[in-house]
């Protein structure tokens, strides 16, 4: 059974910075795709920030140069370093997997970012 669970959401003034993280389980992230969305009040759900298996990096043009996304695959744990918040930036935060060999997505409950002006 695959389990995401992330950790790291708060409320932060604009400018500030917080690192959110990705306990993950029955998956392993070394060999997976994985990453970050969010979703805001009232729109999508976004992708923010995606790692592949090969260590491409993929990042929305709204959070370049301020979000980055790292994983260890020692402790099966996948991260995003963000900095320079903005109030756009607040979200549920969703940490994300798919299986390079399955394609099977999984997803976790999500953590919120409050980021105030």
């Known amino acids: 059974q695959v389990q995401l669970v992330e950790s790291g959401g708060g409320l932060v003034q604009a400018g500030g910075s917080l690192r959110l993280s990705c306990a993950a389980s029955?998956?392993?992230?070394?060999?997976?795709?994985v990453g970050w969305y969010r979703q805001a009040p009232g729109n999508q759900r976004e992708s923010v920030a995606i790692?592949?298996?090969?260590?491409?990096?993929n990042y929305a043009d709204s959070v370049k140069g301020r979000f980055t996304i790292s994983r260890d695959n020692t402790k099966n744990a996948v991260y995003l370093q963000m900095n320079s918040l903005k109030p756009e930036d607040t979200a549920v935060y969703y940490c994300?997997?798919?299986?390079?060999?399955?394609?099977?997505?999984?997803w976790g409950k999500g953590t919120l970012v409050t980021v105030s002006s």
């Open positions: 994300y997997a798919r299986g390079v060999v399955t394609g099977i997505e999984y």
């Open positions: 029955g998956i392993a992230i070394g060999i997976a795709t």
């Open positions: 790692i592949t298996s090969g260590s491409s990096t």
